[in-house]
């Protein structure tokens, strides 16, 4: 059955052909590349997946399995890059990164060993982090099955949300994509602000060094 009123081109439409030729599995793919290629939004591909269950072209339990699937999938090949990755490279790298010190570093280390966890559970709920916290998670060497159950967790929390929007909104599914794309817009706006704030604080603290006390 195909889907009616689907997009002609661009995400939409890419990821309708996807859904409607290959039904579960094709959103399981989608939702796999939009974990590796975070441009690709979920907004779009998870409410219109909701919408074909809607329709008939998959069942809803089908929709919620593949989509899971693909997302702990694509995660996956986050973490093993970020493991193979490693953290001697993470640091030589880090050393060559103006405005940052080995300590910084170090800290973040030990902020992921006390709440990575609830970072890798809670990020995926959580635009643009959602793809990028799997990086962390493999180089810090997250126990492999630990990071598997809590991406499972999050991603079916998250993909359950956006799934339901667009089945239960029918041809109106679009209107999951601006509300999400709003949230998306304001979580990348705080990394921005953060980032800067870092920086400014970074010049200013060259800029204004301490003076030792002579005795």
């Known amino acids: 059955m195909a889907l009616p009123q689907e997009p002609a081109d661009g995400i939409a439409g890419w990821a309708a052909d996807l859904v409607d030729t290959m039904g579960g599995p094709g959103a399981g793919l989608a939702i796999a590349l939009e974990n590796l290629f975070p441009p690709l939004p979920s907004e779009v591909i998870l409410p219109l997946t909701g919408f074909a269950a809607g329709q008939g072209v998959l069942t809803l339990a089908s929709a919620l399995f593949w989509t ?5 999938a694509g995660a996956v090949v986050l973490y093993w ?18 405005l940052v010190k080995a300590s910084d570093l170090e800290r973040t280390e030990r902020w992921f060993e006390r709440h990575g966890t609830k970072a890798v559970f809670l990020g995926r709920m959580v635009p643009i982090f959602r793809s990028l916290i799997s990086v962390p998670a493999g180089v810090e060497r997250m126990p492999l099955p630990l990071f598997v159950m809590l991406t499972t ?4 929390i998250w993909n359950s949300v956006l799934v339901m929007a667009g089945y239960w909104l029918g041809d109106q599914w679009e209107v999951v ?12 706006v705080l990394v921005v602000v953060a980032l800067l704030a870092y920086v400014a604080v970074r010049l200013r603290g060259r800029s204004h060094p301490r003076h030792r006390r002579t005795s």
């Open 153 to 156: 967790l999050g991603s079916l």
């Open 68 to 72: 899971t699937l693909g997302s702990v």
């Open 81 to 98: 890059i970020g493991m193979l990755f490693g953290r001697e490279r993470m640091r030589a790298i880090w050393a060559k990164l103006p």
């Open 177 to 188: 994509e601006t509300y999400v794309g709003v949230l998306s817009k304001g979580v990348l």
